[in-house]
């Protein structure tokens, strides 16, 4: 098994063995792998979404269930497997990836050392 930090590495092998090959797409074949991906992540968010008790105007929100926890990692895994489909379309590897990442993680200590707001657009 590999490690989460092998993630896009590990999705790369599994696409080759469906015959697919995320770095090699353009135009119209990437606009198609990009789309149906896009779909599949929004798809599973909302999964994720449905499994945790989130919603204000229904009774049960908050503290999940250890079953609609179970259920919630599920999706947030699944939407890892499009997200990295989609990372490899883009050509990042898992080390840019982690160094996009950590360069993403400053800017947002800096807000915080500075006293801007995370929500202050990048």
Known sequence: MRRFGDWLA?????????GA???GLAGEALAEYLTWNFAALTE????LMHELPWAPWKSGRGEPTPGQLDRAREEWVDMQHFAANI????GLTDELASELYAAKQQ?????????RSLETPT
């Open 10 to 18: 590990s999705t790369e092998d599994l696409q080759r063995a469906f």
């Open 21 to 23: 090959e995320p770095r």
């Open 44 to 47: 599973e968010l909302g999964e």
């Open 87 to 90: 990372a490899l379309a883009l």
């Open 107 to 115: 800017v947002n200590r800096e807000r915080l050392r500075t006293g």
